[in-house]
């Protein structure tokens, strides 16, 4: 099921993942200024349901922070972790991701203290599922597993923010599937290149920059 394609109304369990499916929706088209009313209004429910599952408008944000976040985590390990067949069928199918990404970049944009947290997860995250994956024989140790987690959080983001700083306001969902539907293919063969084959043609750099992160040089000399 899409996000955004809510369940027919059942008990509180279903209840409060329409109302958190609705807020992805909405945070990720409009930013965390929407309000309750508008997620109430898209959720069909009443704006005190709402406070009534979740609390606050915080509340409800960090709801759907942890459900993104998760489904990232779970589609990555996927990744890392099974066939190659499997990460094309992925790809094959990322439209269907487009909700979770604005919603993603809504949160990091926003700045603030939930969306440190967030970004913070994300890198946790992607540590355990790159670790997943060296253990799985299907990618290489790093001498800084911690720190190749976050630069490639950090990558995979950046296209996307910089896509999202270049429009102003509201951006639908729909508008956004096809414009990741577009970013995919545009840089999906060049990342697997560098990233299978690499970029330079030899590790000197790699090896210059290690002698001198251990024994740094002193600087220009003194008079």
């Given at each position: 099921m899409r996000i955004g394609e809510s369940p027919a109304?059942?008990?509180?369990?279903?209840?409060?993942?329409?109302?958190?499916?609705?807020?992805?929706?909405?945070f990720g088209r409009d930013g965390f200024s929407a309000g309750?009313?508008?997620?109430?209004?898209?959720a069909r429910v009443t704006a005190g349901l709402v406070v009534h599952h979740f609390g606050s408008k915080d509340g409800l944000r960090r709801a759907c922070d942890a459900y993104v976040l998760e489904v990232i985590r779970s589609e990555k390990m996927k990744a890392v972790t099974g066939s190659a067949s499997g990460m094309i069928a992925q790809l094959?199918?990322?439209?269907?991701y487009a909700?979770?990404?604005?919603?993603?970049?809504?949160?990091?944009?926003?700045?603030g203290e939930l969306a440190t947290a967030f970004v913070e997860q994300m890198c946790r995250d992607a540590e355990q599922y790159l670790a997943a994956g060296v253990e799985a024989g299907k990618i290489k140790p790093s001498r800084d597993?911690?720190?190749?987690?976050?630069?490639?959080?950090?990558?995979g983001m950046g296209a996307l923010l910089l896509w999202m700083s270049l429009r102003n306001g509201s951006v639908e969902v729909e508008d956004f599937r096809t414009e990741l539907r577009r970013l995919s293919d545009e840089i999906t063969l060049p990342a697997l290149e560098l990233f299978?084959?690499?970029?330079?043609?030899?590790?000197?750099?790699?090896?210059?920059?290690l002698m001198y992160v251990c024994d740094p040089p002193a600087g220009p000399a003194q008079p």
């Open positions: 109304a059942g008990g509180g369990a279903a209840t409060a993942e329409r109302i958190r499916d609705a807020a992805i929706v909405r309750l009313r508008a997620v109430a209004a898209d094959a199918e990322v439209e269907e909700p979770l990404a604005l919603y993603a970049m809504r949160s990091m944009q926003s700045g597993p911690a720190g190749r987690a976050r630069y490639l959080t950090y990558q299978t084959d690499g970029l330079f043609v030899d590790r000197s750099l790699l090896d210059d920059y």
